[in-house]
């Protein structure tokens, strides 16, 4: 199989940077198809670290990159982004990224509306605050502005007014400012002579690059927990982080997917508002968090941390179609007597095997628990599943029973070395 789609399939920061990272040494090609600069990925590379939010963890490679359509792009962001892993000794041109041409920006304005509604809300979503659910509103709106209007000072001057005849009276509700059609005009004609290089139709090139038999590796965002459909809805971003969305995130069509590998933490942790039936506010939620550093890359929040939940990945197996998952953090579970993995839920005396889409069902129901015994060696580095200690690999054995998925790789630190390989997606 030629194409790897690898996607979070808990609610994000389960480590998709570093295994893209590692894929990429094998794929032709490296493409995001959603979500915005809302991402945050680590990779660390030979004992240097890189943060990125917006460009696909390809480039650190050298790998083409490319941002697909089902992006939305902070052009200010991407040009900071670019100098900064610039300023890390990696050369970010024209031969090295491709952005959509078709992809829709994040503007100023939207971050503005992100920010102001977060502020007024009784029930915050918890969001980034970085404009990507107005930016994906606009885009549903058709009044978005795309990467190609930048070339075309007629279309911006119109888009512009269409997009303010729309967040004029929002803003005034909120009391915001006005913003100055002119102004920012001039500034999107100020950045578009260093955005435009890059843009092409992305989706050209990956048919190109398809037909001659090179591999895609799709780099998701976030986790499916988030989907917007399928997610934990109103508690979620605004695109589908779901594996289907690479193909029309990127314009590959549907059979380009190839086989998706769902990154797995070995526990779970949220970052914003909304449920998490697992969830620990005692001192072994706060263990896990120390001892997983578990705070946000972008915003440097605290997460929330729990037990595995494999009710919750065996939905988002089937949701995304997952052929195989790699799991990561297990070297974090070292040291714990026992183990609490989550089976189902109880709703009012009934048990049920799946999360609800009901809130009134989501608010009252208790996770049904299996206990396992912990082992008290360090899983940390290990590169060979031998380094193991038995209880750790009857832990991994018992996930993939529950969650209806092998462990096709296991991550035991973030180095790009510290990586088991138990079944190769490439040649899956
Ligand atoms: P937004 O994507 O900024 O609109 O935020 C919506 C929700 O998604 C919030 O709960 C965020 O914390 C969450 N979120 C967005 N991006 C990420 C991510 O990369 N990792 C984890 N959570 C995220």
């Not at 952005?99 to 304005?109: G, K, R, S, V």
């Not at 100055?180 to 002579?193: F, S, V, Y």
Request: aromatic content about 6%; hydrophobic content about 40%; overall charge negative.
């Amino acid at each position: 199989m030629a194409n790897v789609t690898v996607i979070g399939a808990q609610w994000g920061d389960e480590g998709k940077g570093k295994l893209v990272d590692w894929l990429s040494n094998r794929a032709d090609v490296v493409v995001r198809f959603q979500g915005g600069h809302n991402a945050g990925h680590t990779l660390v590379v030979e004992g240097k670290t890189y943060k990125l939010s917006l460009l696909p963890s390809g480039v650190v490679q050298g790998k083409l990159s490319v941002i697909g359509n089902g992006v939305v792009v902070d052009p200010w962001h991407l040009l900071s982004e670019i100098e900064k892993i610039g300023g890390q000794g990696v050369a970010i041109t024209p031969d090295l990224l491709v952005l959509a041409d078709n992809a829709c920006l994040i503007l100023p304005l939207h971050r503005d509306l992100d920010q102001a509604r977060e502020a007024a809300a009784a029930n915050k979503i918890g969001t980034t605050g970085r404009g990507i659910g107005p930016a994906y509103e606009d885009k549903v709106g058709r009044r978005a502005i795309r990467v190609a209007d930048l070339a075309d000072r007629s279309a911006l001057e119109a888009k512009i007014d269409r997009l303010l005849a729309h967040h004029t009276p929002l803003r005034r509700g909120l009391g915001l400012p006005d913003v100055d059609a002119g102004a920012l005009l001039a500034e999107l004609e100020t950045l578009a002579p260093q955005i435009l290089p890059f843009a092409r139709p992305a989706w050209l090139l990956l048919d190109e690059i398809v037909k001659s038999g090179k591999r895609v590796l799709f780099e998701g965002a976030q986790g499916a927990l988030l989907d917007v459909d399928h997610g934990t809805y109103p508690y979620v971003t605004s695109s589908n982080t779901v594996a289907g969305q690479a193909a029309a995130g990127s314009g590959i069509g549907p059979r380009g997917a190839g086989y998706v590998l769902g990154i797995v933490k070995a526990y779970t942790t949220r970052v914003g508002e909304g449920p998490f039936p697992t969830e620990l506010f005692d001192a072994v939620g706060q263990r896990l968090g120390e001892r997983g550093h578990e705070f946000g890359t972008v915003t440097g929040r605290a997460r929330r941390c729990g037990w595995f939940d494999a009710a919750l990945v065996r939905q988002s197996v089937a949701l995304n179609g997952i052929s195989g998952i790699a799991l990561t953090k297990l070297d974090v579970l070292d040291g714990f007597e026992t183990l609490k993995v989550c089976v189902g839920y109880k709703v009012g005396g009934e048990t049920l095997s799946y999360f609800p889409a009901g809130l009134k069902a989501q608010a009252s129901l208790e996770p049904v628990y299996e206990e396992l015994d912990g082992w008290s060696e360090t899983t940390a580095g290990a590169r060979d599943t031998r380094d193991l200690p038995a209880n750790a690999i009857k832990y991994v054995r018992r996930i993939e029973e529950l969650i209806g998925a092998p462990v096709a790789l296991l991550s035991t630190s973030p180095e790009r070395d510290d990586t088991i390989l138990m079944r190769d997606p490439f040649q899956d």
